[in-house]
């Protein structure tokens, strides 16, 4: 009879491409992963006789049996383990899949799209591997102190009056250099640190880096690039928050018009009364404000008319569409004609494709940003990056 291993910090990578399985392997095992690699169902099935994993990574395209077929064999197995899913095919047919694995009653963490990135597969890896201490508030201390937290920086193009395309400034994107698991997402400790007062520093921290870099490009290569910069949840109820953003970019000779303050809805409904106050505050000393992630909350409407927003960013889960579907085309094309109402400028966010690029052009959106652009980069790239971009529509 055969004796199922306990489930401890072992994964099960089902791709049938060996490259893929050697990739995830190499990176998992450093990560103190035991690793299974199969190319189907039928592999699977004689691995998980001896082997419980904690972690399934699943590629929805392979020949013979897909990745809904697994997920369905995984349900009939009653496993607990947790599951990842990887596929080339875009948001729309992996989002699919993930809700079949939902209603199928399996733990599913998400997706990755292909390629995959480094950075994204080390962070799914850090969350699940079993054992790991918690982050403490301790921990995000020193790395304060130590200067652990980076500011990554991704491009943004804006139409010129001509039609063309230029970098005209950058959003600010905070990263963690974690000692043992290397550059963390914001998903691995903004939450906590948004429970706690050092979230402050952290955010003057990351303006205060901003800005240095926003000096050098200016000195340097002669670049007055503009700076966005999003604003954790619990810091629209901060009263000393506008006085403290405008002494950073005061003391270090950039006008706060220069400042973009990106804001969620979620944020803004947390307290609106404390909300409208710190943002009305923001735009009289002069920075600009953006609503981040519209579209997808229940009361953007009332938020975006009542607040002094300056411009809209359309959510990326309506933006990766835009080439297949037709509804979130017709969403996007109101977005921005809503923006254009209302005397805001409007942003689309998660721009991966030269065709997405084109149809967002073509229906009058303002401002992009997103991979196809440039991915997030340190702030030694971006001159380069911003100089070179340039898109002219034929």
Request: proline content about 4%.
């Amino acid at each position: 009879m055969n004796m199922h291993v306990e489930a401890g910090n072992h994964l099960v990578v089902i791709d049938d491409e060996p490259l893929i399985c050697e990739f995830i392997s190499d990176v998992a095992g450093s990560y103190g992963f035991e690793v299974r690699s199969c190319c189907g169902l039928d592999p699977l099935s004689k691995e998980l006789a001896n082997f419980e994993p904690s972690l399934v990574l699943l590629d929805l395209n392979m020949p013979g049996h897909d990745g809904v077929e697994v997920l369905r064999f995984l349900e009939a197995q009653h496993r607990s383990t947790s599951v990842m899913l990887m596929s080339g095919e875009g948001g729309r047919v992996l989002e699919a899949a993930l809700r079949f694995g939902q209603e199928l009653g399996l733990n599913m963490l998400g997706y990755l799209e292909k390629p995959l990135e480094l950075e994204r597969l080390e962070t799914i890896l850090y969350q699940n591997w079993r054992g790991h201490r918690l982050i403490s508030e301790e921990e995000l201390r020193l790395a304060l102190d130590q200067g652990e937290f980076l500011a990554l920086f991704q491009p943004r193009a804006h139409r010129e009056p001509d039609g063309s395309w230029r970098v005209r400034d950058v959003e600010t994107l905070i990263r963690w250099q974690h000692p043992r698991f290397g550059l963390l997402s914001p998903d691995d400790f903004i939450p906590l640190a948004e429970e706690l007062p050092i979230i402050s520093e952290m955010t003057d921290r990351m303006l205060e880096q901003s800005v240095d870099h926003a000096e050098r490009w200016r000195n340097n290569h002669g670049m007055e690039l503009g700076l966005s910069i999003n604003l954790p949840t619990t810091q629209l109820g901060d009263s000393g928050l506008p006085d403290r953003l405008l002494a950073i970019a005061r003391q270090r000779g950039i006008d706060a018009s220069r400042i973009t303050l990106e804001v969620t809805e979620r944020g803004t409904m947390r307290d609106s009364a404390a909300a409208a106050e710190i943002l009305t505050r923001c735009r009289l000393k002069q920075f600009n404000l953006a609503m981040d992630d519209f579209g997808t909350g229940c009361s953007s409407l009332t938020h975006l008319a009542q607040l002094p927003f300056n411009e809209l960013k359309i959510d990326k889960s309506f933006v990766a569409g835009l080439e297949t579907c037709n509804s979130d085309r017709v969403i996007v094309r109101s977005c921005i004609a809503l923006a254009h109402s209302l005397g805001l400028a409007v942003c689309a966010e998660g721009v991966e494709s030269a065709a997405a690029f084109q149809l967002l052009d073509r229906m009058g959106c303002d401002t992009m940003q997103g991979y196809w652009i440039s991915p997030p980069v340190r702030g030694a790239e971006i001159p380069n990056l911003a100089s070179n971009f340039r898109y002219q529509r034929l």
